[in-house]
Each structure stands twice: as structure tokens, then as C-alpha cells.
């Protein structure tokens, strides 16, 4: 059986900075591109980072390039997001997923791309 959990989340104020990380088990981890994704009350889930299996290859969304880092460690099965700046607007849900598929090119922002999934862990950044 194939869990994924996220941890991490708290309460930050504005312009500090928050690691999440997210273990998975029951799968062989470094097979799986690996995806970081948000949802605030209201809006529809966000894709903002995806990593190839190796590591080597990162993706962002515009509206955290440069303030969040997506990294992995395939020896612990764990996938890190290292968030810096954090602005009020980066308020939300914080899912990781694998990806269904063997690179994160192409629509790695799209949640349907993705196969397992975390409960989330929440973000939230006071003004």
C-alpha cells in the first residue's frame, strides 16, 4: 500500500522562509518524478514545482521561481520544498504527488499527471 505524508506546515510570518518534506512508502520512490502542489480556500490546486527522479531536472511555477526550492533524497524516499520569502498569498494546502509518468516535461502542473497523493499540510503566512 502506497502512503504519502506530508509534514512541515505552520504558521510563518511574511518574508521567512519554511521547509516541507514529504515521505513516501510502498512504491519505489526514485522510479516516481516527484510534484509539489497548493490549494487556498477557494482557488483550484496549483502545481508550483515537479523534480525528475534523479534530482537533476527541477520545474517551477512563475509564482515561486526563485523563492522555493524542490529537492529529493531517493535514499530516505523524501522530497523536500525549501520555501524562502514566503509572502501572505503563499497561504494554502501543501500536497506532494508521484507522478504518472517518467519525466515531469510537458503538463508536470497538472494534478491528473499525478497518481499518488498526500493528506497536505498547511501554510500559513500572516502580514
Known amino acids: 500500500q502506497v502512503q504519502v505524508v506530508e509534514s512541515g506546515g505552520g504558521l510563518v510570518k511574511s518574508g521567512g522562509s519554511l521547509r516541507l518534506s514529504c515521505t513516501a512508502s510502498?512504491?519505489?520512490?526514485?522510479?516516481?518524478?516527484m510534484g509539489w502542489f497548493r490549494q487556498a480556500p477557494g482557488k483550484e490546486r496549483e502545481g508550483i514545482s515537479c523534480v525528475s527522479w534523479s534530482g537533476y531536472t527541477t520545474y517551477y511555477a512563475d509564482s515561486v521561481k526563485g523563492r522555493f526550492t524542490i529537492s529529493r533524497d531517493n535514499a530516505k524516499n523524501t522530497l523536500y520544498l525549501q520555501m524562502n520569502y514566503l509572502k501572505p498569498e503563499d497561504t494554502a494546502m501543501y500536497y506532494c504527488?508521484?507522478?504518472?509518468?517518467?519525466?515531469?516535461?510537458?503538463?508536470?502542473?497538472?494534478?491528473?499527471?499525478?497518481?499518488?497523493w498526500g493528506q497536505g499540510t498547511q501554510v500559513t503566512v500572516s502580514s
Open positions: 504527488a508521484a507522478r504518472a509518468y517518467a519525466s515531469c516535461s510537458g503538463s508536470w502542473s497538472q494534478e491528473y499527471d499525478y497518481k499518488y
Open positions: 510502498g512504491l519505489t520512490f526514485d522510479d516516481y518524478p
